[in-house]
């Protein structure tokens, strides 16, 4: 009989892991802590190098999870205990209640028209408001409200209720108690990925302060048609379209005080903003600040070249040392030495986009060896580039190490196969 | 003027071992560096042309050493850190600089490495310290007042007098060899066609160089740009302190053995005002250098101790040896004055070799720097 296998996070890697076992039937656990699977590549406008639309490759694949039959999707859901090893864990999963009934929700949105209590949207970066009853975004999987106990009026209250009167399937639940399921399983694959680094901790770049400072995921919502503006790239601080936008690379990342790590993607991101930016806006300056430009991947430096020469966008090599806001105007005045002529400048701008460097989550139910470098440590990066320190266990996406899209399906792919074999295929 | 470049380039040698040297004079992490330039656009005192740290850590990692040592750049560097504070290698451009300074006394001067070498200046201090020891040995007074301080009947008034002049002519000629040949030096690092341009402003030289003498020297306003306000004060205090004390010695000598007719009053409270001053500035820096909180304190070289050390212990001396007079202690007077006048033998006799000297380069440096800048801006200005 063949066994089950535990993929914890719905990104991308561990949607990809799941379908890849699924697909040799082998039953999947797929345990994802928010309300939807997605993670990170939902929040994504485009794709480099090809510029391919996120969504677009992403939602087929979160329907056929939800969709494939021997898929067990645990959304809301995370790990809090793990016994065993490999080839029989024993796996406590703790299913927080969503005060919705899972199966009577149609996921209509009625509820979400009606409730009056209004939150910043985590999913659009803070930059629009959700609902006390939300889905986490439009194209979300499974399609089912969720309640965020922390600004329920009922919760915090004791009033409104509004929700349970209009729902017209009776969905909606206060009495739901959180759940933990045991699960069996052969092997488990982590796929947990990562969070951004928080970028005020690079004080001079005034993130946080300067309302025209933006993270490149703020970027990527803000350039998204699903996004807090439908598209429009407009500043904070006015509302108005930025004449120029500096997009600065290495924040909280490759710095020995803050993170020493690279974050892989960002330089082929910040490229890829740019030149959404100049789709955008054709009359808009773009203007990357960089260190080394890594377009190491197939298809990058011809991207790169693309956005210097069809795009006329701006490289300087430089790491900016600071930036100061023009009190009246919000316009950002960047500090920088171009390090190819050994001048040192400033440069007025519109927008900033800091290139934010990212930090790996990591499941802390189980006792895995973290490395030097922060991330989930692997048996051997060369020749087991996805197995951990515990057999059976293993590791895909930026939880491994920072990586791209693509490198983050090919990991999958290949934890898929190790599983399946863990599981008896 | 491409031409020019290219000859530069083709003449620049390379010394593979030249990153080892700074090393040694402790910039011991600047080899992290990755150019990124982030310590450039950080100083608060880099300008268009003057570009530094990055540049001159590119060079020395290159092994470029004539271009780092005919750079003037070092001495407009007043360290306040931020650069080491904001690396994100942990390069820590700051000490590369002093580094660079350290380096540059001993490149003006070769009779600095007796006092920058660590052997060499242990025997040299050790030297210097007996000639003065043995001089007032042999040349005291053979019957010292005991019942009543006269201090000149234990050291003559002469001969302090005589040898005093002699080193303060020895140290003002050393000193001006030195500034000559860091001129040389800088003059190496400046293509002929600037050298022509800025030898039509002698004017703006004039009065630049009074202008370094005011801002930079007396008022040390760059060092207030860049630094913490605590800092500064102490700085000014020393430099103050020092020359206060210089100059109520050289007023009570005038009136002992010029007969000059002032009253000792005036020197007496410019003298204790400048010793408490001097005390302060270097308690101040000897305390930051132990606790090393800061960017600058935290690597001391041998020379940066001796240094505030000496300062610290001629203010102490004098401080001891006013107290003494004054309750007329004749034999406690007389061991003190003997003491003070070791140190401040050893303190200026090494001046134009040790830290101290940078009080005669940085001001040169700025002075140029200053006005270069200048030269260039009305260039800009007037198209040419």
Redesign the interface.
């Known amino acids: 009989m063949v066994k089950s296998v535990l993929v914890i996070g719905g990104g991308i890697a561990g949607i990809q892991a799941s379908l890849d076992l699924a697909d040799q039937e082998v039953k999947v656990y797929l345990v994802e802590k928010l309300p939807s699977i997605g993670g990170k590549m939902a929040r994504l406008d485009k794709t480099f190098p090809t510029l391919d639309c996120a969504s677009c490759i992403l939602t087929p694949k979160m329907v056929s999870v939800a969709r494939h039959p021997n898929i067990e999707l645990l959304t809301y859901s995370e790990v809090v205990e793990v016994k065993g090893s490999a080839g029989d864990f024993h796996v406590k999963v703790l299913k927080k209640p969503r005060y919705v009934d899972e199966d009577k929700c149609i996921g209509c949105g009625e509820c979400i028209t009606k409730c009056p209590s209004k939150v910043p949207d985590e999913f659009n970066m803070g930059m629009s408001q959700r609902k006390a009853i939300y889905f986490l975004f439009p194209q979300a999987v499974p399609l089912k409200a969720t309640i965020d106990r922390e600004h329920c009026l009922y919760f915090t209250k004791n009033i409104c209720r509004v929700c349970e009167r209009f729902c017209p399937t009776k969905a909606i639940n206060f009495e739901q108690k959180p759940e933990t399921l045991e699960l069996n399983v052969a092997s488990i694959i982590i796929a947990t990925g990562y969070e951004l680094m928080d970028p005020s901790i690079a004080i ?1 770049y005034g993130y946080g302060k300067y309302p025209n400072v933006y993270t490149s995921l703020e970027f990527e919502r803000l350039v998204s048609s699903t996004g807090p503006t439908g598209g429009e790239i407009v500043r904070r601080s006015d509302n108005k379209h930025p004449r120029s936008i500096a997009f600065i690379q ?1 924040v909280c990342s ?5 993170n020493p790590n690279c974050s892989a993607f960002c330089c082929m991101a910040s490229v890829k903003h740019a030149i959404l930016a100049k789709e955008h806006l054709p009359e808009v300056d773009c203007t990357i600040f960089y ?2 430009l890594r377009a190491f991947g197939k298809g990058y430096q011809e991207f790169y070249n693309r956005a210097m020469k069809e795009f006329g966008i701006k490289f300087i ?6 930036i100061e806001e023009d009190p009246g105007t919000k316009d950002l005045i960047i ?5 190819f002529t ?3 400048k400033t440069l007025r701008t519109d927008m900033v986009v800091l290139a934010v460097g990212v930090k790996p989550v990591y499941p802390e139910a189980l006792p895995l060896t973290v490395g030097e470098d922060g991330y989930i440590r692997l048996k051997s990066p060369h020749i087991e580039p996805v197995a951990t320190s515990i057999d059976g266990v293993y590791v895909v996406g930026v939880a491994a190490g920072a990586k791209d899209i693509p490198d983050s399906v090919i990991q999958a792919g290949s934890a898929a196969i190790k599983a399946s074999i863990l599981a008896g295929v | 003027m491409g031409s020019q470049i290219s000859t530069t380039i083709l003449e620049a040698r390379l010394r593979p071992e030249f990153p080892k040297t700074i090393m040694k004079l402790g910039a011991e992490k600047f080899y992290r560096c ?10 608060p005192l ?3 042309r003057a ?1 530094y740290p ?2 001159l850590i590119r060079y020395a990692v290159m092994g470029l050493e004539d271009r780092v040592t005919s750079s003037a750049d070092p001495w407009l560097c007043y360290y306040c850190g931020e650069c080491s504070d ?1 690396c ?3 390069a820590d451009p700051g000490s590369f600089m002093m580094a660079l300074r350290r380096l540059l006394i001993q490149k003006y001067s070769i009779a600095s490495k007796f006092f920058f070498n660590k052997i060499a200046a242990s025997i040299t201090w050790t030297v210097l310290t007996l000639i003065a020891a043995l001089g007032l040995y042999f040349f005291r007074g053979h019957s010292p007042n005991l019942e009543a301080v006269d201090i000149f009947s234990f050291i003559p008034l002469s001969f302090i007098h005589d040898v005093g002049l002699a080193i303060g002519i020895i140290i003002g000629l050393s000193a001006l060899l030195n500034l000559i040949s860091m001129y040389r030096s800088i003059a190496k690092g400046i293509p002929h066609s600037y050298s022509k341009i800025e030898s039509r402003y002698p004017g703006l030289w004039v009065k630049n160089f009074f202008k370094t003498i005011i801002y930079e020297v007396a008022a040390q306003l760059k060092y207030n740009k860049c630094l913490k306000r605590s800092r500064y004060i102490a700085h000014l205090a020393l430099l103050w302190g020092f020359l206060g004390l210089f100059i109520a010695t050289l007023v009570i000598f005038g009136i002992d053995f010029y007969g000059l007719q002032i009253s000792k009053v005036i020197p007496f409270i410019i003298g204790s005002v400048s010793g408490v001053a001097m005390l302060y500035g270097s308690l101040y820096f000897i305390i930051s250098r132990l606790k090393k909180k800061e960017a600058y304190s935290m690597y001391s070289y041998h020379t940066d101790w001796i240094f505030l050390i000496l300062l610290l212990l001629a203010g102490v001396t004098g401080f001891l040896l006013t107290i003494f007079i004054k309750t007329n202690m004749p034999m406690p007077s007389y061991i003190m004055f003997a003491v003070h006048l070791v140190v401040v033998f050893d303190l200026l006799i090494s001046a134009p070799y040790t830290k101290f000297a940078h009080a005669i380069y940085r001001p040169l440096a700025l002075w140029i720097n200053n006005t270069r800048e200048e030269i260039l801006g009305y260039e800009k200005h007037i198209g040419r």
């Open positions: 001079t290495c490759r710095d020995v005080k803050i260190m080394d090599r430089a790491k900016p040392a600071k500090t920088y030495e171009d390090t050994g001048v040192k | 990755f150019n990124c330039g982030n310590c450039t656009a950080i100083c880099t300008q268009d570009s990055r540049k904001y994100p290698r942990d």
